[in-house]
């Protein structure tokens, strides 16, 4: 069972329901330098209560918003942004947001901590433009991961 929530996932209490219930973390919206410490936690406390040997799946979720330049993508979702996270530029931190260069390599950043998968919340405005980001996506990210 995935375990996430408070705090993004990273609270202790996250973490302990992980240790005492799940077989993986997924949190969201985490930094890299959050889900690096997250993950190091997680193995810290799992070899204190004698589950050090197992592996736990590590999920993150985030918000995914292409566009053909980095400022294009942010400004085109800022309004969605700043609904979740206390800034435009907070929510371009925590998320997926730029060219789809820029995504790849935050992406290939995010699977360097030890991250198992993504759970991405592509932000679209019409069913049309998340087809279209879709296959943005698959076309232009996804071939640098396989």
Do not use: C
Request: glycine share 10%; net charge negative; proline share 3%.
């Amino acid at each position: 069972m995935l375990v996430g929530g408070g705090e993004r996932g990273l609270s202790p209490r996250a973490l302990r329901r992980v240790l005492e219930l799940g077989n993986g973390w997924i949190p969201a919206y985490l930094t890299e330098a959050e889900l690096e410490m997250g993950i190091k936690q997680l193995h810290e406390g799992a070899n204190a209560v004698g589950r050090g040997n197992e592996k736990f799946i590590v999920g993150l979720e985030m918000f995914v918003g292409i566009g053909s330049s980095d400022n294009e993508a942010t400004s085109a979702n800022s309004a969605n942004l700043t609904k979740s996270f206390s800034s435009v530029e907070e929510g371009a931190r925590r998320s997926l947001i730029g060219s789809t260069r820029t995504i790849a390599d935050k992406v290939e950043r995010y699977e360097k901590t030890g991250l198992d998968y993504f759970e991405f919340k592509f932000i679209y405005p019409t069913i049309r433009d998340f087809h279209r980001m879709m296959e943005v996506f698959a076309a232009d990210v996804m071939p640098s991961f396989r």
